[in-house]
């Protein structure tokens, strides 16, 4: 089956470093996605894992373990613009990709 | 890097009408495309997989008959709803990929559908 777990809602505070962790189950893998969603908006691109590490972009960091099914997303240096949901999404091949439900990052003063 | 629009960018309609969204690559060729709805702070929901040229694979609980699917190139796929009613209304998004078996995706801005 698949199944893809990040928790529902965060709150972290202008500034400061903010960890969305995303575990996952699929039958298949080529791939782990971040993804960032506005209110009322379509989903833009944040960052793509396939090997195991960190890979940094901007204030935006991204992890991936393939043996423990683990990824997890890093913003640091939290500003209001970054209060959105965020999805963490995996990729098996030809399928299409699958979401998790999202975390909704609330970034407060 | 990719893009891909929609039109319209929001509807509304009355019940019984039907309406078509367009998805459209603009700079790449899309053999699948994909059509997710998501309704107030939910998360995506996949409906279908358009394929160029052949029929649509819907996802469970979907209705075929109720969501028209044609992917009529390799850069324009619609989705029809078809005799809308107010349940229908919500946020739909399309999104296609640049690269078969490269699973990143590339969303339009979406539609919002307000069913009266």
């Known amino acids: 089956g698949q199944n893809i777990d990040q928790p529902t809602e965060m709150t972290a505070t202008e500034g400061a470093i903010v960890q969305i962790n995303c575990t996952y189950q699929?039958?298949?893998?080529?791939?782990l996605f971040w993804y960032q969603q506005h209110a009322g908006e379509a989903p833009t691109f944040l960052s793509y894992?396939?090997?195991?590490g960190l890979e940094e972009k901007g204030r935006f960091s991204s992890f991936l373990s393939r043996s423990k099914g683990y990824s997890y997303l890093l913003l640091k240096e939290l500003q209001m613009k970054d209060s959105a949901s965020y999805l963490c999404?995996?990729?098996?091949?030809?399928?299409?990709?699958?979401f998790g439900k999202g975390t909704r990052l609330s970034v407060i003063a | 890097g990719a893009v891909v629009s929609q039109h319209p960018s929001w509807v509304i309609c009355k019940s019984g009408t039907s309406v078509k969204i367009e998805c459209r690559s603009l700079?790449?060729?899309?053999?699948?495309m994909f059509w997710y709805r998501q309704f107030p702070k939910q998360s995506l929901m996949l409906m279908a997989t358009?394929?160029?040229?052949?029929?649509?694979?819907?996802e469970q609980g979907v209705e075929k008959d109720k969501f028209l699917i044609n992917h009529a190139s390799l850069t324009l796929s619609t989705l029809t709803v078809t005799s809308a009613h107010p349940e229908d209304s919500s946020f739909y998004i399309c999104?296609?990929?640049?690269?078969?078996?490269?699973?990143?995706?590339?969303f339009g801005p979406g539609t919002r559908l307000t069913v009266l």
């Open positions: 700079d790449f060729q899309a053999t699948t």
């Open positions: 358009s394929n160029e040229g052949s029929k649509a694979t819907y």
């Open positions: 999104s296609a990929g640049e690269l078969a078996g490269y699973n990143e995706q590339f």
């Open positions: 699929t039958s298949g893998f080529n791939g």
């Open positions: 999404a995996v990729g098996s091949g030809n399928t299409p990709l699958v």
């Open positions: 894992n396939v090997l195991d």
